[in-house]
Every structure is written in structure tokens, then in C-alpha cells.
């Protein structure tokens, strides 16, 4: 059984696929934080802003086999139009993912893109794999098509991943967990900037911003 929070159509907002149309498939649980408020403190992954508990986010639900969910993602996209892709996130999607759910997203017309902490194995057939390290956390994935590091993290810092091979290397600006309402985050403003600096100073390393959260869409 797969268990998904929710699955929406939308433009991919970072990375090396920012401006892409793509369905987002956010599955439920993560292996570096429970996604308790109470717990997040104590967690690996205590910066994250993204809510991936139970099955009840819009399109979510609990999909019985890999076509069912891989039919279920192709009725989000617009019938006739370009080539579909799906983005596997979470939560931590590896938890999950396996190579038959990939090969019914590929028999269903699907590019297959995936965003992972990157601590466990990937399966084979993923189209595009967006590694993205949190913390401390042993980084088991050495090849990929992107590193995107939330930067600044004190025990993830970017000299720590250059070995991965990949692609593209990015930092994405640190947010506040919980965003002011009615203003700018005052800690993404600033990370940003130190996000800058550091770019500038190593430019093996890309800046990318969070695209759909400034134009706001989903």
C-alpha cells in the first residue's frame, strides 16, 4: 500500500527544473522528523515547513497497488498536453517509492523526478533525483542529477557534499518553520543574503529561491 498526504498539479519552483509543469506526489512520513510539532526540537530534520502526516491533504489517500496510484497521478494532468512528469516528495518518498510504483508512473507517460534526504538507496528507473541533505545525516546516494542544499545548516555544510556526484549543486535559503503572516521572513531575508555570499565565493554552487512561494502558487 501507498500512502500519499496529497498530489496537486503545479510549477516545479527550484532547482535545475524550476518553471517545470509538473505533479507533485507527496507522500506520507519521513525518517528524519515524525512531523509532531511537540517532537520537532529532538528531530534530525527540525527546519522542516511542509506538512506530510496521514493520507487526508487534497488528492491524498491510501492507494492499494502501484497502477492505482500511478492512474490516479495521471488523471492531475492536462489530457494531451507535453510530456507528464511526476515529483516524488514527502515526507521522505524513499520510504515508499519502489521500482514497480516507477514503472507505472513510465507505463502511465510519466517522467519520473524525486526529491530524497538522500539517507536511503534509491530504486532504479528514477528519471531525475533531486538530493537534498539535512543535518547530520549519512548521505547514502553518491550520484544524482542535483544536490539542493537548505543552507545554512550547522552540521550540513556544502564543503560536506561536493564529493556527490552530480550535476548541479544549489542552496536553497533556510525559512522560518512557521512563515510571519501578513510579512517577509525576516530569517529566509538574511539566509538568503548568506546564501549569496557563499555562492559568489564558491560558484560551483547555484542560488535557487523558492519560485512558487514568491509568485504564489502551490
Not at 548568506?194 to 555562492?199: H, L, M, R, W
Amino acid at each position: 500500500m501507498y500512502r500519499v498526504k496529497e498530489a496537486f498539479y503545479t510549477l516545479q519552483g527550484e532547482g535545475a527544473q524550476s518553471g517545470r509543469a509538473a505533479v507533485f506526489c507527496r507522500f506520507s512520513k519521513c525518517n528524519l522528523w515524525n512531523g509532531r510539532e511537540q517532537d520537532r526540537a529532538a528531530a534530525v530534520c527540525n527546519f522542516c515547513d511542509t506538512d506530510f502526516v496521514g493520507t487526508d491533504g487534497q488528492n491524498g489517500g491510501r492507494f492499494e497497488t502501484a497502477d492505482a496510484l500511478a492512474n490516479h497521478i495521471r488523471q492531475l494532468w492536462p489530457a494531451g498536453e507535453g510530456r507528464p512528469y511526476v515529483v516524488c516528495t514527502g515526507g521522505e518518498p524513499l520510504l515508499q517509492l519502489d521500482e514497480a510504483l516507477i514503472a507505472a508512473f513510465h507505463q502511465a507517460g510519466f517522467e519520473v523526478g524525486v526529491e530524497t534526504n538522500g539517507t536511503l538507496p534509491a530504486p532504479a528507473g528514477i528519471d531525475w533525483l533531486c538530493v537534498s541533505p539535512k543535518a547530520d545525516a549519512e548521505v547514502v546516494i553518491r550520484e544524482c542529477n542535483e544536490v539542493k542544499l537548505v543552507y545554512p545548516q550547522p552540521l550540513a555544510l556544502p564543503e560536506r557534499f561536493t564529493d556527490i556526484q552530480a550535476e548541479h549543486y544549489f542552496l536553497s535559503p533556510m525559512a522560518s518553520p512557521s512563515l510571519l503572516e501578513g510579512g517577509l521572513d525576516p530569517v529566509k531575508q538574511s539566509n538568503t543574503r548568506k546564501a549569496t555570499d557563499y555562492c559568489l565565493k564558491h560558484p560551483r554552487w547555484r542560488l535557487t529561491l523558492q519560485m512558487h512561494k514568491i509568485v504564489g502558487i502551490d
